[in-house]
């Protein structure tokens, strides 16, 4: 027994239930693990070539290559993107989060390997010859591939691998930002869109353990360098409000003109290498002329921050990174949108703050300041993640003081985005756009939060179509729940109370009794994994028009059973 209580068939069946918390707990960790690794390994494979090919030894320094490495570097990117996709079928070239969230909503968090292999080797591409995009997004698909495989590959219930894919989102942002707390937030308001402590718990621990890992292969020193800022009067709030309201059109125009991109590239007659070559192109052309838009730009952050950007050079930025990013994305560049939000909320807060101390004679708050309202502003208002950009605007300064101006701007930018113009965050109008939804109802979340195995029935007796009466009898004699008819391989259920009733009325023992015809309340099944989640079965039972199921386990013998009327107990007590 003891053996049996650390065996792995232990650990999948306790996992099987939604209150299994030590067991996720020890997942988490590893899930952290193992995104802390695959992530340092993606972050190596960026910061290595650039630091010493590019001028400075400075990852990021773009800028400083002359015009004709602004054009050709995105184009050359391009081409190598369409020579990796066109190696693999169109549903492996799926990437993003999008992507996470249509295998969440759709296939049971099951997250294809081969895709976050694609998407390591595009968004490494895309990056490394300046694309106009972030690595925030391929960090959070490619985190929760790690805990959506780390649970395939234990052969783990299906309700198991939405919490992991959630673990692995939470690390891939703790990872990439070295904010773990934002990471767990994010994780919760994007992806997970609920709070729970079987599910906080687990994701809190990988996101941790995945920032720990790369402390341990980089050090702790933050992405960004925040001078310490606060705000000057309370008399700036009703700016602060401004810059909010600002910042929230800025995100709506991001959205609506990603939006169109996607919708002009879908319908359009080009294929996607033709807009991948398009994507290069522009992004060349645009480099050109303003080549702060290449890459990531936490460099140019970095100097928004601490005021070193003059209004001209801030005004030029903003409308281009403004036009190109959405562009880009909406052509089909697989690399996040994340880092390019953070990057547009600064230069736009950054310069309010410029013209907001021009405006009045009094002292204001240093320009980098609204720079920091405008990064969680934009971000917050983007993602649907009001709260995840308050965190991480908080963990990235380590100041206190920016809470307070923070919520009012970010509150105002998603309330302009939201409420205003009805927009939702970019990853669900992508979903729209491809005719899918993201929505999980009170329902579906309490089922999906348990598999089959945590509630199906194991009292039960088999029985053939054609049975005696002192087979009846002594297949009652085990007092079970329900008698299983088996007929040339389907399954009938048979009330217990009901064979009774008919033993009864019978004198000799040795008379046949057909299961199928004495009277009683029989039931009509089918089969389901016991991988399958609660929510996955009262699908089936649906669809099939159903009220039972079998329980097979992977040597297809049925181990359990499990009705709709359990399911709707289960459901009132949660």
Same mark, same amino acid.
């Given at each position: 027994?003891?053996?049996?209580?650390?065996?792995?068939?232990?650990?999948?069946?306790?996992?099987?239930?939604?209150?299994?918390?030590?067991?996720? *707990?020890?997942?988490?960790?590893?899930?952290?693990?193992?995104? $802390?690794?695959?992530?340092?390994?993606?972050?190596? &494979? &960026?910061?290595?070539?650039?630091?010493?090919?590019?001028?400075?030894?400075?990852?990021?320094?773009?800028?400083?290559?002359?015009?004709?490495?602004?054009?050709?570097?995105?184009?050359?990117?391009?081409?190598?993107?369409?020579?990796?996709?066109?190696?693999?079928?169109?549903?492996?070239?799926?990437?993003?989060?999008?992507?996470?969230?249509?295998?969440?909503?759709?296939?049971?968090?099951?997250?294809?390997?081969?895709?976050?292999?694609?998407?390591?080797?595009?968004?490494?591409?895309?990056? %490394?010859?300046?694309?106009?995009?972030?690595?925030?997004?391929?960090?959070?698909?490619?985190?929760?591939?790690?805990?959506?495989?780390?649970?395939?590959?234990?052969?783990?219930?299906?309700?198991?691998?939405?919490?992991?894919?959630?673990? =692995?989102?939470?690390?891939? @942002?703790?990872?990439?930002?070295?904010?773990?707390?934002? /990471?767990?937030?994010?994780?919760?308001?994007?992806?997970? %869109?609920?709070?729970?402590?079987? $599910?906080?718990?687990?994701?809190?621990?990988? +996101?941790?353990?995945? +920032? %720990? *890992?790369?402390?341990?292969?980089?050090?702790?020193?933050?992405?960004?360098?925040?001078?310490?800022?606060?705000?000057?009067?309370?008399?700036?709030?009703?700016?602060?409000?401004?810059?909010?309201?600002?910042?929230?059109?800025?995100?709506? +125009?991001?959205?609506? &003109?990603?939006?169109?991109?996607?919708?002009?590239?879908?319908?359009?007659?080009?294929?996607?290498?033709?807009?991948?070559?398009?994507?290069?192109?522009?992004? /060349?052309?645009?480099?050109?002329?303003?080549?702060?838009?290449?890459?990531?730009?936490?460099?140019?952050?970095?100097? #928004?921050? !601490?005021?070193?950007?003059?209004?001209?050079?801030?005004?030029?930025? &903003?409308?281009?990174?403004?036009?190109?990013?959405?562009?880009?994305?909406?052509?089909?560049?697989?690399?996040?949108?994340?880092?390019?939000?953070?990057?547009? $909320?600064?230069?736009?807060? =950054?310069?309010? =703050?410029?013209?907001?101390? $021009?405006?009045? !004679?009094?002292?204001?708050?240093?320009?980098?300041?609204?720079?920091?309202?405008?990064? /969680?502003?934009?971000?917050?208002?983007? +993602?649907?993640?009001?709260?995840?950009?308050?965190?991480?605007?908080?963990?990235?300064?380590?100041?206190? !003081? @920016?809470?307070?101006?923070?919520?009012?701007?970010? *509150? #105002?930018?998603?309330?302009?985005?939201?409420?205003?113009?009805?927009?939702?965050?970019?990853?669900?109008?992508?979903?729209?756009?491809?005719?899918?939804?993201?929505?999980?109802?009170?329902?579906?979340?309490?089922?999906?939060?348990?598999?089959?195995?945590?509630?199906?029935?194991?009292?039960?007796?088999?029985?053939?179509?054609?049975?005696?009466?002192?087979?009846?009898?002594?297949?009652?004699?085990?007092?079970?729940?329900?008698?299983?008819?088996?007929?040339?391989?389907?399954?009938?259920?048979?009330?217990?109370?009901?064979?009774?009733?008919?033993?009864?009325?019978?004198?000799?023992?040795?008379?046949?009794?057909?299961?199928?015809?004495?009277?009683?309340?029989?039931?009509?099944?089918?089969?389901?994994?016991?991988?399958?989640?609660?929510?996955?079965?009262?699908?089936?039972?649906?669809?099939?028009?159903?009220?039972?199921?079998?329980?097979?386990?992977?040597?297809?013998?049925?181990?359990?059973?499990?009705?709709?009327?359990?399911?709707?107990?289960?459901?009132?007590?949660?």
């Amino acid at each position: 027994m003891f053996r049996n209580a650390f065996s792995m068939e232990h650990f999948r069946h306790r996992l099987a239930h939604s209150e299994a918390l030590p067991q996720m *707990v020890v997942l988490g960790i590893i899930c952290g693990l193992l995104c $802390g690794v695959v992530l340092g390994s993606f972050r190596l &494979l &960026l910061e290595v070539p650039l630091a010493h090919l590019l001028p400075g030894g400075e990852s990021e320094n773009f800028e400083e290559l002359s015009g004709w490495y602004h054009f050709f570097l995105p184009v050359i990117g391009s081409l190598i993107i369409i020579a990796i996709l066109s190696r693999v079928t169109p549903l492996t070239r799926k990437v993003g989060v999008t992507h996470l969230l249509e295998r969440m909503a759709y296939h049971q968090s099951n997250l294809p390997l081969k895709n976050a292999i694609v998407q390591f080797l595009t968004a490494s591409t895309a990056l %490394l010859f300046g694309h106009s995009v972030g690595k925030e997004g391929p960090a959070i698909h490619l985190g929760a591939t790690c805990g959506s495989q780390l649970g395939q590959k234990l052969n783990l219930p299906n309700n198991t691998l939405r919490i992991l894919a959630g673990c =692995g989102t939470a690390a891939g @942002i703790a990872a990439t930002f070295n904010t773990p707390l934002a /990471g767990v937030v994010f994780a919760m308001e994007v992806v997970l %869109l609920e709070y729970t402590v079987i $599910g906080f718990m687990p994701v809190m621990v990988a +996101a941790a353990t995945g +920032a %720990l *890992v790369m402390q341990f292969m980089f050090g702790q020193e933050l992405v960004l360098t925040v001078p310490a800022m606060q705000i000057e009067s309370l008399s700036e709030i009703p700016y602060v409000a401004f810059l909010g309201g600002m910042i929230g059109l800025l995100a709506v +125009a991001f959205i609506s &003109l990603m939006r169109e991109t996607m919708r002009w590239s879908d319908h359009s007659v080009l294929t996607y290498k033709t807009k991948l070559i398009i994507a290069g192109l522009f992004t /060349g052309s645009v480099a050109v002329f303003v080549p702060q838009v290449m890459g990531v730009g936490y460099d140019t952050v970095t100097s #928004v921050l !601490n005021g070193e950007l003059g209004l001209g050079i801030l005004i030029a930025i &903003l409308i281009a990174k403004c036009l190109l990013t959405p562009v880009v994305l909406g052509l089909g560049i697989p690399a996040g949108l994340i880092g390019p939000t953070f990057f547009i $909320g600064a230069i736009a807060g =950054g310069l309010l =703050g410029i013209l907001g101390a $021009g405006a009045v !004679n009094e002292q204001v708050a240093n320009p980098g300041f609204y720079a920091l309202l405008g990064m /969680g502003s934009m971000m917050g208002a983007v +993602a649907n993640a009001p709260m995840a950009a308050l965190v991480a605007i908080l963990e990235l300064t380590g100041n206190p !003081n @920016i809470i307070f101006p923070a919520m009012i701007s970010i *509150v #105002v930018s998603n309330l302009i985005a939201r409420y205003v113009f009805n927009m939702p965050s970019i990853f669900v109008t992508s979903m729209n756009l491809q005719g899918m939804d993201y929505r999980y109802q009170p329902l579906t979340r309490v089922l999906s939060s348990a598999a089959v195995q945590s509630l199906m029935s194991t009292s039960f007796v088999k029985c053939d179509p054609i049975i005696s009466c002192a087979g009846a009898k002594s297949a009652l004699d085990t007092e079970p729940s329900w008698i299983v008819i088996n007929n040339k391989g389907r399954y009938t259920l048979l009330s217990p109370g009901d064979l009774h009733s008919t033993t009864r009325d019978i004198a000799s023992d040795t008379s046949d009794i057909d299961m199928l015809n004495i009277p009683g309340l029989r039931l009509d099944t089918g089969f389901i994994d016991t991988k399958a989640t609660l929510q996955q079965a009262l699908d089936k039972m649906t669809a099939d028009g159903m009220d039972a199921l079998c329980i097979r386990d992977n040597n297809e013998q049925v181990i359990g059973l499990l009705t709709r009327d359990q399911i709707e107990e289960f459901y009132r007590k949660s």
